[in-house]
Protein backbone atom coordinates (compact mmCIF):
# COMPACT_ATOMS: atom_id res chain seq x y z
CA UNK A 1 0.00 0.00 0.00
CA UNK A 2 2.98 2.28 0.71
CA UNK A 3 4.05 1.85 -2.88
CA UNK A 4 1.01 3.65 -4.11
CA UNK A 5 1.48 7.21 -4.67
CA UNK A 6 -1.59 9.68 -4.11
CA UNK A 7 -2.09 13.27 -5.30
CA UNK A 8 -1.77 16.24 -2.83
CA UNK A 9 -3.18 19.81 -4.05
CA UNK A 10 -3.18 23.26 -1.82
CA UNK A 11 -5.59 25.50 -2.90
CA UNK A 12 -3.13 28.60 -2.43
CA UNK A 13 -5.76 31.27 -1.26
CA UNK A 14 -5.86 34.02 1.39
CA UNK A 15 -8.05 33.79 4.58
CA UNK A 16 -9.98 36.52 3.39
CA UNK A 17 -11.17 35.38 0.01
CA UNK A 18 -12.57 32.30 2.38
CA UNK A 19 -13.89 34.64 4.91
CA UNK A 20 -15.74 36.62 1.86
CA UNK A 21 -16.31 33.32 0.09
CA UNK A 22 -18.16 31.99 3.45
CA UNK A 23 -20.00 34.54 4.21
CA UNK A 24 -21.76 35.02 0.51
CA UNK A 25 -20.60 38.72 0.98
CA UNK A 26 -20.23 40.58 -2.19
CA UNK A 27 -16.92 41.44 -3.43
CA UNK A 28 -16.35 45.08 -3.16
CA UNK A 29 -13.16 45.16 -2.00
CA UNK A 30 -9.81 46.06 -4.19
CA UNK A 31 -7.00 43.45 -4.48
CA UNK A 32 -4.92 46.15 -2.46
CA UNK A 33 -7.26 46.21 0.04
CA UNK A 34 -7.36 42.61 0.38
CA UNK A 35 -3.22 42.44 0.34
CA UNK A 36 -3.76 44.76 3.43
CA UNK A 37 -5.77 42.78 5.50
CA UNK A 38 -3.75 39.49 4.85
CA UNK A 39 -1.06 41.41 5.90
CA UNK A 40 1.35 39.14 4.93
CA UNK A 41 -0.23 36.24 6.34
CA UNK A 42 -0.38 33.97 2.63
CA UNK A 43 2.98 34.91 2.29
CA UNK A 44 4.05 33.03 6.11
CA UNK A 45 1.57 30.28 5.19
CA UNK A 46 2.97 29.04 2.29
CA UNK A 47 6.45 29.26 3.88
CA UNK A 48 5.60 26.74 7.04
CA UNK A 49 3.68 24.28 4.26
CA UNK A 50 6.78 24.20 2.14
CA UNK A 51 8.72 23.04 5.13
CA UNK A 52 6.00 20.55 6.03
CA UNK A 53 6.15 18.88 2.79
CA UNK A 54 9.92 19.13 3.22
CA UNK A 55 9.87 17.56 6.53
CA UNK A 56 7.97 14.16 5.18
CA UNK A 57 9.65 14.13 1.59
CA UNK A 58 6.45 14.65 0.34
CA UNK A 59 5.64 16.72 -3.13
CA UNK A 60 2.22 18.54 -4.28
CA UNK A 61 0.80 20.94 -6.61
CA UNK A 62 -0.15 24.90 -5.50
CA UNK A 63 -2.94 25.91 -7.53
CA UNK A 64 -2.37 29.49 -6.63
CA UNK A 65 -4.96 32.55 -6.69
CA UNK A 66 -2.62 34.93 -9.17
CA UNK A 67 -2.76 38.09 -6.99
CA UNK A 68 -1.45 36.41 -3.94
CA UNK A 69 1.50 36.60 -6.68
CA UNK A 70 1.42 39.86 -7.37
CA UNK A 71 1.22 40.83 -3.56
CA UNK A 72 4.11 38.02 -2.63
CA UNK A 73 5.74 36.64 -6.06
CA UNK A 74 8.61 35.89 -3.54
CA UNK A 75 6.27 33.35 -1.95
CA UNK A 76 5.24 31.59 -5.48
CA UNK A 77 8.99 31.81 -6.68
CA UNK A 78 9.89 29.58 -3.26
CA UNK A 79 7.50 26.92 -4.44
CA UNK A 80 9.04 25.93 -7.43
CA UNK A 81 12.30 26.04 -5.88
CA UNK A 82 11.24 23.52 -3.25
CA UNK A 83 10.41 20.89 -6.90
CA UNK A 84 6.30 21.17 -6.66
CA UNK A 85 3.85 21.87 -9.69
CA UNK A 86 2.07 25.57 -9.35
CA UNK A 87 -1.27 25.38 -11.27
CA UNK A 88 -4.02 27.76 -11.37
CA UNK A 89 -6.86 28.96 -9.41
CA UNK A 90 -8.15 32.04 -10.91
CA UNK A 91 -7.26 35.80 -9.96
CA UNK A 92 -9.16 36.60 -7.14
CA UNK A 93 -11.36 33.47 -6.56
CA UNK A 94 -14.56 34.29 -7.94
CA UNK A 95 -17.36 31.40 -8.65
CA UNK A 96 -16.83 30.78 -12.30
CA UNK A 97 -20.83 30.56 -13.30
CA UNK A 98 -20.24 31.61 -16.57
CA UNK A 99 -17.73 31.72 -18.79
CA UNK A 100 -17.44 35.21 -18.74
CA UNK A 101 -16.19 35.40 -15.33
CA UNK A 102 -13.10 33.24 -15.87
CA UNK A 103 -12.18 35.03 -19.52
CA UNK A 104 -11.79 38.16 -17.01
CA UNK A 105 -9.83 36.06 -14.42
CA UNK A 106 -7.32 34.75 -17.24
CA UNK A 107 -7.19 38.30 -18.57
CA UNK A 108 -6.16 39.31 -15.41
CA UNK A 109 -3.79 36.74 -14.88
CA UNK A 110 -1.58 37.26 -18.17
CA UNK A 111 1.68 37.79 -16.09
CA UNK A 112 1.20 34.73 -13.93
CA UNK A 113 0.38 32.23 -16.63
CA UNK A 114 3.36 33.89 -18.76
CA UNK A 115 5.44 33.04 -16.17
CA UNK A 116 4.58 29.84 -14.63
CA UNK A 117 2.98 28.67 -18.09
CA UNK A 118 0.44 26.47 -15.42
CA UNK A 119 -0.80 22.94 -16.78
CA UNK A 120 -3.49 23.00 -13.79
CA UNK A 121 -6.05 24.82 -12.91
CA UNK A 122 -8.79 24.21 -10.10
CA UNK A 123 -11.78 26.12 -10.11
CA UNK A 124 -13.01 28.49 -7.05
CA UNK A 125 -15.48 25.85 -4.70
CA UNK A 126 -15.41 23.33 -6.99
CA UNK A 127 -17.49 24.80 -9.87
CA UNK A 128 -17.20 24.55 -13.59
CA UNK A 129 -19.23 24.78 -16.56
CA UNK A 130 -18.41 23.18 -19.80
CA UNK A 131 -18.28 26.41 -22.02
CA UNK A 132 -15.52 26.97 -19.45
CA UNK A 133 -12.94 24.68 -20.58
CA UNK A 134 -12.58 25.78 -24.43
CA UNK A 135 -11.26 28.68 -22.11
CA UNK A 136 -9.02 26.80 -20.62
CA UNK A 137 -7.28 25.40 -23.77
CA UNK A 138 -7.03 28.50 -25.55
CA UNK A 139 -4.43 29.36 -22.55
CA UNK A 140 -2.60 26.34 -22.80
CA UNK A 141 -4.34 24.17 -19.74
CA UNK A 142 -4.16 20.34 -20.31
CA UNK A 143 -5.81 19.56 -17.51
CA UNK A 144 -8.13 20.25 -14.84
CA UNK A 145 -9.06 19.39 -11.12
CA UNK A 146 -12.86 21.11 -10.67
CA UNK A 147 -15.25 18.42 -9.93
CA UNK A 148 -15.89 15.47 -7.16
CA UNK A 149 -16.09 11.87 -7.80
CA UNK A 150 -14.43 8.47 -8.71
CA UNK A 151 -11.13 8.64 -10.40
CA UNK A 152 -11.32 8.51 -13.97
CA UNK A 153 -9.35 10.83 -16.56
CA UNK A 154 -12.51 12.09 -19.33
CA UNK A 155 -11.61 14.27 -21.88
CA UNK A 156 -13.95 17.65 -21.83
CA UNK A 157 -13.41 19.74 -24.71
CA UNK A 158 -9.77 19.69 -25.03
CA UNK A 159 -9.16 19.49 -21.21
CA UNK A 160 -8.28 16.27 -18.81
CA UNK A 161 -11.05 16.63 -16.17
CA UNK A 162 -9.38 14.41 -12.83
CA UNK A 163 -11.94 14.42 -10.16
CA UNK A 164 -11.26 15.70 -6.39
CA UNK A 165 -11.47 11.92 -4.93
CA UNK A 166 -14.99 11.11 -3.79
CA UNK A 167 -16.39 7.16 -3.28
CA UNK A 168 -20.12 7.17 -4.67
CA UNK A 169 -22.72 5.33 -2.69
CA UNK A 170 -23.65 3.14 -5.27
CA UNK A 171 -22.42 1.98 -9.13
CA UNK A 172 -23.25 4.52 -11.29
CA UNK A 173 -23.68 3.15 -14.94
CA UNK A 174 -23.15 7.10 -16.11
CA UNK A 175 -19.94 7.45 -17.15
CA UNK A 176 -20.14 11.42 -18.76
CA UNK A 177 -19.10 13.98 -16.00
CA UNK A 178 -22.06 16.11 -15.64
CA UNK A 179 -20.61 20.11 -14.81
CA UNK A 180 -20.72 21.61 -12.46
CA UNK A 181 -20.03 18.88 -9.83
CA UNK A 182 -19.42 20.72 -7.18
CA UNK A 183 -19.86 20.11 -3.32
CA UNK A 184 -23.68 20.33 -2.70
CA UNK A 185 -26.49 18.65 -0.45
CA UNK A 186 -27.88 16.89 -3.22
CA UNK A 187 -24.03 15.51 -4.08
CA UNK A 188 -23.64 14.36 -0.72
CA UNK A 189 -26.86 12.46 -0.88
CA UNK A 190 -24.71 10.45 -3.99
CA UNK A 191 -21.12 9.84 -2.92
CA UNK A 192 -18.44 10.86 -0.12
CA UNK A 193 -16.16 13.54 -1.25
CA UNK A 194 -13.50 12.61 1.22
CA UNK A 195 -10.92 14.36 -0.89
CA UNK A 196 -12.23 17.67 0.00
CA UNK A 197 -10.37 19.99 2.74
CA UNK A 198 -14.56 19.49 4.41
CA UNK A 199 -14.27 16.28 4.77
CA UNK A 200 -10.59 15.87 5.84
CA UNK A 201 -11.45 18.90 8.64
CA UNK A 202 -14.64 16.84 9.52
CA UNK A 203 -12.88 13.12 9.56
CA UNK A 204 -8.95 14.16 10.22
CA UNK A 205 -6.59 11.19 9.81
CA UNK A 206 -9.35 8.96 9.84
CA UNK A 207 -9.58 10.14 6.39
CA UNK A 208 -6.49 7.13 5.75
CA UNK A 209 -9.22 4.41 5.80
CA UNK A 210 -10.54 5.97 1.98
CA UNK A 211 -7.31 6.93 1.25
CA UNK A 212 -6.64 2.44 1.58
CA UNK A 213 -9.75 1.53 0.37
CA UNK A 214 -9.22 3.41 -3.30
CA UNK A 215 -5.41 2.53 -3.53
CA UNK A 216 -6.60 -1.38 -2.48
CA UNK A 217 -7.87 -0.92 -6.14
CA UNK A 218 -4.44 0.44 -7.75
CA UNK A 219 -5.88 4.46 -8.06
CA UNK A 220 -4.49 7.51 -6.32
CA UNK A 221 -6.30 9.53 -3.82
CA UNK A 222 -6.44 12.55 -5.18
CA UNK A 223 -6.96 15.50 -2.12
CA UNK A 224 -7.07 19.18 -1.61
CA UNK A 225 -6.42 21.46 1.59
CA UNK A 226 -6.29 24.91 2.24
CA UNK A 227 -3.46 27.65 3.88
CA UNK A 228 -5.82 28.69 5.97
CA UNK A 229 -7.37 25.04 7.50
CA UNK A 230 -4.18 24.70 9.31
CA UNK A 231 -2.60 28.28 9.74
CA UNK A 232 -5.47 30.10 10.97
CA UNK A 233 -6.02 33.39 12.25
CA UNK A 234 -8.00 34.44 15.07
CA UNK A 235 -10.38 36.01 12.92
CA UNK A 236 -11.44 32.60 11.65
CA UNK A 237 -11.30 31.00 15.04
CA UNK A 238 -12.92 33.33 16.40
CA UNK A 239 -16.38 32.98 17.76
CA UNK A 240 -18.58 35.86 15.89
CA UNK A 241 -17.25 34.39 12.55
CA UNK A 242 -18.16 30.60 13.35
CA UNK A 243 -21.76 32.09 14.84
CA UNK A 244 -22.23 33.89 11.03
CA UNK A 245 -21.40 31.08 9.19
CA UNK A 246 -24.27 28.55 11.15
CA UNK A 247 -26.34 31.58 10.04
CA UNK A 248 -25.92 32.29 6.55
CA UNK A 249 -23.84 29.13 5.27
CA UNK A 250 -23.27 26.06 7.67
CA UNK A 251 -22.03 23.81 5.18
CA UNK A 252 -18.54 25.74 5.42
CA UNK A 253 -18.92 25.39 9.38
CA UNK A 254 -15.96 22.63 9.07
CA UNK A 255 -13.60 24.64 7.47
CA UNK A 256 -13.22 26.74 10.62
CA UNK A 257 -11.47 22.94 12.06
CA UNK A 258 -7.87 23.35 11.95
CA UNK A 259 -6.53 20.31 10.39
CA UNK A 260 -2.94 20.63 10.38
CA UNK A 261 -2.44 17.54 13.35
CA UNK A 262 -4.74 15.64 10.48
CA UNK A 263 -2.54 16.63 7.63
CA UNK A 264 0.97 15.81 9.45
CA UNK A 265 -0.56 12.24 10.18
CA UNK A 266 -1.82 11.74 6.85
CA UNK A 267 1.67 12.87 5.14
CA UNK A 268 3.26 10.28 7.93
CA UNK A 269 0.94 7.12 6.30
CA UNK A 270 0.46 8.09 2.84
CA UNK A 271 2.98 9.37 0.09
CA UNK A 272 2.01 12.43 -1.99
CA UNK A 273 3.06 13.47 -5.39
CA UNK A 274 2.15 16.38 -7.75
CA UNK A 275 -0.64 15.85 -10.49
CA UNK A 276 2.52 16.88 -13.13
CA UNK A 277 4.68 14.15 -11.34
CA UNK A 278 2.27 11.54 -11.18
CA UNK A 279 0.73 11.51 -15.20
CA UNK A 280 4.68 11.81 -16.15
CA UNK A 281 5.11 8.93 -14.81
CA UNK A 282 2.02 7.15 -16.17
CA UNK A 283 2.46 9.03 -19.05
CA UNK A 284 -1.31 9.69 -19.66
CA UNK A 285 -1.38 13.81 -20.08
CA UNK A 286 1.48 13.94 -22.57
Not at 11 to 40: G, I, P
Not at 176 to 193: A, G, R, T
Request: proline share 5%; with cysteine; charged share 20%.
Amino acid sequence: MADIQNILSIDVESWVHFYDDALRLDRNLSSADRKFLDSNYSCLAIEQILKLLKKYNQKATFFVVAEIYDWYPEAIEAIIEAGHEIGYHTQSHPILYNSEILANELKQSADFIKRFKPAGFRAPNIYITRPAMSLLVQHGFTYSSSTYGDYMIQSIDGVAEIPVSAIPFWSNRKKDLLLPQNLSIKMLFQQMPFGSGLFIALFGSKISYFINHVNKKNKPAILFIHPWQMYQTKTIRGFSFVTKILRQNPLCLPYTINILNSVEELLKKHNFTSFKHYYEQQRVLE
